[in-house]
């Protein structure tokens, strides 16, 4: 399983990448908006040297050529860069030319098995299923990342599943006993994960016992 921290804020990156276990990095405009990131190049450079895994980068455009023009560009940034396009015809169209001229992409948006079908026959290396927007309007989001492995080991698609939307560790768990690919995470879920109060009051307990014996 690898490990993907979802936010723009190079602190929350840093300490992430800290730790040892960040495979990568997902942003959105909405998470680039809240950071009040304007110089997005400087920010994905900055961002490419923290981690050097999979970062992800969004276009804005929603036309085939701009989506095309826009993605080239992110793309020269960092070896690192990964296209993310979101999941609409014009960005299924853009996703095959990228993946002729072997440019990564990760397909966002993705709220059906079809749609992930769909990408991944686009040539998509990553596909973003949304699972806690699907729990929110009282969809099993979870259900959906089941059926996308089953389906891709079906037809044996080598597109990467990253579980996005994710709101709490019981989905990273979840995820993992699926089988997905990748988990992109808030800052706030990947230390959800390390937390556990048994380790805090064990811990506690050894460091008393010990001073005791001095
Ligand atoms: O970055 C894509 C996705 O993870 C967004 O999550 O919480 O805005 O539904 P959320």
């Known amino acids: 399983m690898k490990i993907f921290i979802d936010t723009a804020n190079l602190n929350e990156i840093r300490e992430a990448a800290s730790y040892g276990i960040l495979d990568g990095v997902t942003t959105n405009p909405s998470l680039m908006a809240k950071e009040g990131h304007k110089d997005i190049r400087k920010t994905y450079e900055e961002i490419c040297k923290i981690v050097p895994g999979s970062v992800s980068a969004e276009v ?43 440019i990564k992409t990760n397909v966002t948006l993705c709220f059906s098995p079809s749609q992930a079908v769909l990408a991944a026959k686009a040539g998509a290396t990553i596909i973003s299923p949304f699972i806690g927007r699907l729990d929110d309007i009282s969809q099993p989001g979870m259900m959906l990342i089941e059926q996308i492995v089953q389906i891709y080991s ?60 001095q």
């Open 60 to 102: 804005i455009a929603t036309d085939y050529e701009g989506i095309i023009k826009e993605g080239r560009e992110l793309s020269q940034i960092a070896p690192n860069i990964v296209v993310k396009v979101p999941l609409i015809r014009e960005g299924l169209k853009a996703v095959r030319t990228f993946s002729d001229e072997g």
């Open 154 to 213: 079906n037809y044996g698609y080598s597109t990467e599943i990253l579980v996005a939307s994710i709101r709490h560790p019981m989905h990273f768990v979840e995820s993992c006993l699926l089988g997905a690919d990748i988990c992109t995470m808030p800052f706030k879920v990947i230390q959800q994960l390390v937390n556990h109060p048994l380790t805090d009051i064990g811990l506690e307990k050894f460091i008393s016992d010990w001073k005791k014996n």
